[in-house]
């Protein structure tokens, strides 16, 4: 008897009711209502089929994927304490200790009021509603505004999107909507509309929508007092319709509605010409000579902003609406020799440790002298651009050798102050290498 036989075709063999093929000619067999199986290859085909139509749904073995969330462990007891998203921020950000400290508070607030309504579901009889605090960061360019908000996000494993507030304009006018910024928001949450309804949204150069003047106009402020007006029901929380792939809005168009009650909102700008007006409302308190305890002794003119107050913004040029709407308001301290220097060396992502890992990848071993350091904070600082100067000053001592010395076959290079001043100076000659 040949019954074991896998070759045989017997009248009582299983087949795939598909494809045809016997239990013998594939390694899977599943089966079905009334004596009815299919096979794994079938079963593969199938996957793909639909995957192609709806768009990759489905994941590899068939089975439907489900939304990625942004912040999959982030719950009230995970949360990061204040203390922990400091020191967090201190790996990264050199510095600007009370900035850090109210953007931790202000973080770790937010998201326990997002935690907690996502926990309860619905607001009970005698629950205590916790308001929105969005957060205000006044401060010279490269001070580390971006960069905190871009390390806290990342650091919570949220959406995060950056806007620059000068592109804005009401709706109606040349440039972009206000809805635009939610756009960003979408595209950085895979759209994933619950995951960006929880995530960071950081307006740069919020200074530069301030209201033109007090004086009436013929004309309409829709750079500036338009974008204030149509920022506020971002701010405050709202359903927006957003168009899904960006640009100008029209009444045919499909809209994605985005809630803005839980995202973070986080503003900054440098307000150049607010020392004016801070110095002058600190002068108004002050009539005569000099007391030994007049406040104006500790007053200069590099920490006058740190006395920055809602007031002295509303005279800027910002609503009072808008303020309102982002109570709470730090300060960036322009960086000093000492932070500059830091700032090269002591960060995790520090520049040097950047090009330190560039030509490690090369095979070659880079060493900066302490010389060449001082010589680039001392460029940086006289150019005054802050943290971003420093690379701007650091790749172009650094472009020739970068470009030279992974074709050489170098094993060690050192960046001296010799080297570092005969290439900022644009003077061109090979590196010294060994």
């Known amino acids: 008897m040949a019954t074991g036989h896998k070759g045989n075709d017997t009248p009582h063999e299983k087949r795939c009711s598909f494809c045809g093929r016997s239990d013998s000619q594939t390694d899977l067999l599943i089966g079905g209502y009334n004596d009815t199986y299919i096979c794994g290859d079938c079963v593969t085909q199938i996957q793909s089929l639909i995957a192609d139509t709806v768009g990759g749904a489905y994941g590899a073995k068939g089975s439907p994927q489900k939304k990625v969330k942004k912040e999959p462990n982030l719950t009230l007891s995970t949360l990061p304490r204040p203390k ?8 990264y950000v050199v510095g600007q200790e009370d900035a850090k400290r109210y953007l931790s508070v202000a973080v770790y607030n937010h998201y326990k009021r997002v935690l907690q309504d996502a926990q309860t579901g619905e607001e009970t009889k005698n629950d205590v509603e916790i308001e929105k605090s969005n957060v205000l960061m006044v401060g ?41 910024i939610l756009t960003r928001l979408l595209q950085a949450a895979n759209q994933d509309v619950e995951a960006a309804e929880r995530g960071i949204v950081f307006i740069d150069e919020i200074d530069k929508i301030a209201r033109k003047g007090d004086n009436p106009s013929i004309t309409r402020d829709v750079s500036g ?15 927006i319709n957003v168009p899904p792939e960006g640009g100008r809005k029209h009444p045919e168009q499909k809209f994605i509605k985005v809630n803005t009650r839980h995202i ?9 010409g607010l020392e004016r007006i801070i110095a002058q409302r600190l002068n108004k308190h002050y009539v005569g000579f000099r007391t030994e305890g007049d406040a104006r002794n500790s007053v200069s003119e590099k920490n006058i902003m740190s006395f920055v107050t809602h007031r002295d913004l509303r005279s800027f040029g910002l609503i009072p609406e808008i303020l309102g709407r982002l109570p709470i308001l730090t300060y960036l301290e322009p960086l000093s020799r ?40 001392d460029v940086t600082e006289k150019e005054n651009l802050g943290a971003r100067g420093l690379r701007s ?6 472009m020739e050798a970068m470009y ?24 061109s000659s090979s590196p010294h290498a060994k």
């Open 84 to 91: 922990a998203i400091k020191e967090h921020l201190d790996e």
């Open 338 to 377: 000492e932070t500059l220097r830091k700032i090269l060396t002591e960060p995790k992502n520090a520049l040097t440790k950047q090009y330190l890992k560039l030509f490690e990848m090369d095979g070659i071993k880079l060493r900066f002298t302490d010389e060449a350091l001082d010589y680039i904070v």
């Open 140 to 180: 010279p360019t490269g001070t580390g505004k971006t960069l905190l908000a871009q390390t806290i996000a990342r650091m919570l494993n949220v959406p995060f999107a950056i806007v620059d507030a000068t592109v804005l304009t009401e709706a109606g006018y040349v440039g972009e909507d206000i809805e635009s």
């Open 393 to 398: 000053v650091a790749e172009g001592i650094m």
């Open 404 to 427: 030279t010395l992974p074709s050489e076959g170098v094993t060690e290079f050192v960046v001296d102050l010799d080297y570092a001043k005969r290439h900022t100076s644009g003077i």
């Open 264 to 272: 973070l909102f986080i503003c900054a700008g440098a307000f150049v």
């Open 225 to 239: 007092e338009g974008v204030q007006q149509g920022l506020l029901k971002l701010l405050e929380g709202a359903d």
